[in-house]
């Protein structure tokens, strides 16, 4: 089974669930349809190009090329509003989390649309790096194979010269002639092979010798066995070591699913943090939450290009930079903070992201096993 273009798809139903979400009830521009005196939804008489009962619009269309103007539409009207979204997302958090909280909000894309769309983004970028990466590791897997085959070659041409050599050495002394030209002979063969052997060695050690022992691991996996006290786990334990590819893909596949699941873990540790302040809820909690998982995400995504592009020192800086410095200009903007107070929530925060991120994946683990 090709699992390739699941990614694709997935992201591609993230924006349309995304734009549903964020725009509910709004439907692509009329071009064609009858006129009708009644909404072909609820049955209300129609007043004008919109049923005022439920919304819907009076020109029902049926034809294959509104299907594709309905798809196009969800995409440009979701980035609309996200060419808006994602610059005040980067630069001003807090402000983005607190304008959505009071209400403003027709500017912006709301923090779930925004999430899903960004989680799947990023899962639909990370796989295809991978994809590339294994790629690239298979390269290389088959460039030290084939340098090893050379090497294998030239040690059984040295060991044939070798021993022509030595019969010929002992041919001389057999007969009583030249023992002491038969005898450099044999020595340089000797040489020569020792020398080719020394180089085979050599490329059997370090990377060749970890690809080597990876690739034989392989015959082992049958006879792998653990023993948890629980049967379902072993089972799955043991699948996993036969097939660990077909298990990162149920893993990526679950922690996408259940990627929703980051903010209900998140909430409460966030409660605690302001449980004494008047006037925040839990529900400017979960916008923040969501708004902050939405950063992360293109974080993640962004340092996936960089690595592909060979930019690892860029990378490790923004993993030590980015996420304590957005915490911060998010959490004084958005709770109207001091700058101490904010310092030491980002500090808090921080510990608390890595805690739900463990806590997440014994999740996804679990319910991967299950």
């Known amino acids: 089974m090709n699992l390739e273009f699941e990614p694709a798809g997935a992201l591609v139903t993230a924006t349309l669930a995304a734009s549903a979400i964020d725009q509910a009830g709004d439907a692509a521009p009329a071009h064609a349809g009858a ?10 008489p129609l007043t004008g190009p919109f049923c005022h009962a439920c919304g819907q619009r ?15 539409h969800g995409l440009l009207h979701f980035d609309a509003k996200g060419w808006r979204t994602l610059p005040m997302l980067v630069a001003k958090p807090g ?4 304008e959505y909280i009071e209400g403003r909000r027709t500017r912006y894309v709301s923090p ?16 295809s790096v991978s994809h590339n990466d294994i790629k690239n590791i298979k390269t290389v897997r088959g460039s030290i194979g ?9 040690v059984a041409k040295a060991n044939t010269k070798l021993a022509i050599a030595e019969t010929r050495l002992a041919a001389a002394r057999a007969s009583g002639g030249d023992v002491r030209a038969a005898t450099a002979g044999a020595e340089a063969a000797r040489a020569d092979a020792k020398e080719h052997q020394d180089a085979l060695k050599l490329a059997d050690g370090g990377a060749s010798r970890a690809v080597a022992a990876a690739d034989a691991s ?3 996996k049958d006879d792998f066995s653990v023993t948890t006290g629980n ?10 070591v036969k097939n660990p590819e077909f298990t990162l893909y149920k893993l990526k596949n679950a922690a996408s699913k259940f990627s929703f699941l980051l903010v209900p873990i998140s909430l409460p540790f966030l409660w605690l943090m302001f449980f004494w302040k008047r006037g925040v809820t839990m529900y400017d909690h979960a916008v923040f939450s969501l708004y902050s998982l939405s950063f992360m995400a293109l974080l993640v995504v962004t340092m996936a290009l960089l690595k592909a592009a060979g930019l690892k020192p860029v990378v490790v800086a923004l993993v030590f930079i980015a996420p304590p410095l957005h915490m911060f200009l998010q959490l004084r903007g958005t709770y109207s903070l001091s700058f101490a107070s904010a310092l030491w929530r980002t500090v808090a925060l921080v510990c608390i992201s890595g805690t739900v991120f463990v806590l997440y994946l014994l999740l996804i683990l679990m319910l991967s096993v299950a």
């Open 231 to 240: 049967p379902g786990i072993d089972t799955a334990i043991k699948n996993a």
């Open 35 to 44: 006129e009708t005196t009644e909404c072909a939804n609820c049955g209300t």
């Open 146 to 154: 084939n340098g090893t085959k050379h090497l294998e070659n030239e």
């Open 218 to 220: 392989g015959t082992d």
């Open 95 to 98: 402000k983005l989390t607190r």
């Open 112 to 127: 779930l649309a925004l999430f899903l769309f960004m989680v799947f983004f990023m899962f639909f970028v990370v796989s």
């Open 58 to 72: 009076a020109h029902v269309h049926r034809s294959l090329l509104h299907l594709g103007e309905e798809f196009l």
